[in-house]
């Protein structure tokens, strides 16, 4: 057996050197919080779809490179049309995430600044280093118009750094690491290594299902329409999962059932190939629609499907 050769001096100077801290992904609903997450941890731990609102829990997404772990935190967009108590609960969200955090993406689509992407401006706290990922960059044809809507921006608010990126092109993220880097602070790290999110299976599993039923019903349904895993088991590499669609009304179910169930089994079909990758092995899923009138209507009830 080999003794280590390493003094403690030095292995006290290489745990200084680590860093690792919370990074708050911020922005209104729709500029691509969720892709960006995905995209900078490599897995899809966050779902993604055209619908605003499609977030609504905090979702943490994992990524640990070296000496450094990257702990990002996607945030449902900020909610400024309806103050019904589900919008309540996903802005105190985000309020509460971005006092908490060690370092803040505010995440605008590129060319377009809205009232909206003003509120959220408006909310970031001056005592946290603020990046301005400007996303979507790609799609603009006129690169040099960048440049003057980067400045516009800049001049309201006192950014730390402004990186323009494609999360769906994967663009300019190697970047943005780099300059999130230089921001986070001396800390061990707080998961694994191999950690990429802190939620559970059966949780992402809910949402694999959700993303499905939004990305195939579309504008349709309303997005207070959600998910529950009746049952989660595991025997081996083989995962059971039974799940149900919670819907307000018998047209949504309907809906999410389609002619002859062929919606619901496009649904079921997406869902279960998504969770055996994520999952890393073969998924069993079963899926119901039920519909739950009332579920919605006050704050007891959200948290009570699981809303933070």
Same mark, same amino acid.
């Given at each position: 057996?080999?003794?280590?050769?390493?003094?403690?001096?030095?292995?006290?100077?290489?745990?200084?050197? /680590?860093?690792?801290? /919370?990074?708050?992904?911020?922005?209104?609903?729709?500029?691509?919080?969720?892709?960006?997450?995905?995209?900078?941890?490599?897995?899809?731990?966050?779902?993604?779809?055209?619908?605003?609102?499609?977030?609504?829990?905090?979702?943490? *997404?994992?990524?640990?490179?070296?000496?450094?772990?990257?702990?990002?935190?996607?945030?449902?967009?900020?909610?400024?049309?309806?103050?019904?108590?589900?919008?309540?609960?996903?802005?105190?969200?985000?309020?509460?995430?971005?006092?908490?955090?060690?370092?803040?993406?505010?995440?605008?689509?590129? *060319?377009?600044?809205?009232?909206?992407?003003?509120?959220?401006?408006?909310?970031?706290?001056?005592?946290?280093?603020?990046?301005?990922?400007?996303?979507?960059?790609?799609?603009?044809?006129?690169?040099?118009?960048?440049?003057?809507?980067?400045?516009?921006?800049?001049?309201?608010?006192?950014?730390?750094?402004?990186?323009?990126?494609?999360?769906?092109?994967?663009?300019?993220?190697?970047?943005?690491?780099?300059?999130?880097?230089?921001?986070?602070?001396?800390?061990?790290?707080?998961?694994?290594?191999?950690?990429?999110?802190?939620? =559970?299976?059966?949780?992402?599993?809910?949402?694999?299902?959700?993303?499905?039923?939004?990305?195939?019903?579309?504008?349709?349904?309303?997005?207070? =329409?959600?998910?529950?895993?009746?049952?989660?088991?595991?025997?081996?590499?083989?995962?059971?999962?039974?799940?149900?669609?919670?819907?307000?009304?018998?047209?949504?179910?309907?809906?999410?059932?389609?002619?002859?169930?062929?919606?619901?089994?496009?649904? =079921?079909?997406?869902?279960?190939?998504?969770?055996?990758?994520?999952?890393?092995?073969?998924?069993?899923?079963?899926?119901?629609?039920?519909?739950?009138?009332?579920?919605?209507?006050?704050?007891?009830?959200?948290?009570?499907?699981?809303?933070?």
């Amino acid at each position: 057996m080999t003794e280590s050769t390493a003094s403690p001096d030095s292995a006290s100077e290489s745990a200084s050197d /680590y860093r690792c801290g /919370y990074i708050a992904i911020v922005g209104r609903p729709n500029v691509g919080k969720s892709t960006l997450m995905n995209a900078l941890i490599g897995a899809k731990v966050s779902i993604t779809s055209r619908k605003a609102q499609t977030t609504r829990h905090r979702i943490t *997404g994992i990524q640990t490179i070296e000496n450094t772990q990257f702990v990002y935190v996607d945030t449902p967009g900020f909610q400024t049309r309806h103050s019904n108590a589900l919008n309540k609960t996903l802005n105190r969200t985000v309020t509460n995430t971005l006092t908490a955090s060690d370092v803040i993406l505010y995440v605008v689509e590129a *060319g377009t600044f809205t009232d909206a992407d003003k509120q959220v401006m408006d909310l970031l706290p001056k005592n946290v280093p603020v990046i301005l990922v400007i996303n979507k960059s790609d799609r603009v044809k006129d690169k040099a118009a960048l440049m003057p809507f980067a400045q516009k921006l800049a001049a309201q608010h006192d950014f730390t750094a402004v990186v323009p990126v494609s999360a769906q092109q994967r663009f300019q993220l190697d970047g943005l690491q780099q300059e999130i880097t230089k921001l986070l602070p001396h800390n061990p790290p707080m998961f694994d290594e191999d950690d990429i999110t802190d939620r =559970s299976e059966k949780f992402l599993a809910s949402e694999i299902v959700r993303e499905k039923v939004f990305r195939f019903v579309g504008d349709e349904l309303p997005y207070t =329409s959600t998910v529950l895993i009746e049952k989660f088991e595991q025997e081996g590499d083989l995962r059971r999962v039974f799940a149900a669609i919670l819907v307000e009304r018998d047209t949504h179910k309907a809906m999410v059932i389609g002619n002859k169930g062929a919606r619901l089994k496009e649904i =079921s079909t997406q869902a279960r190939l998504d969770m055996e990758r994520l999952f890393g092995g073969p998924v069993y899923l079963e899926i119901w629609v039920k519909v739950k009138s009332g579920w919605a209507d006050n704050e007891a009830g959200l948290r009570a499907y699981g809303y933070e």
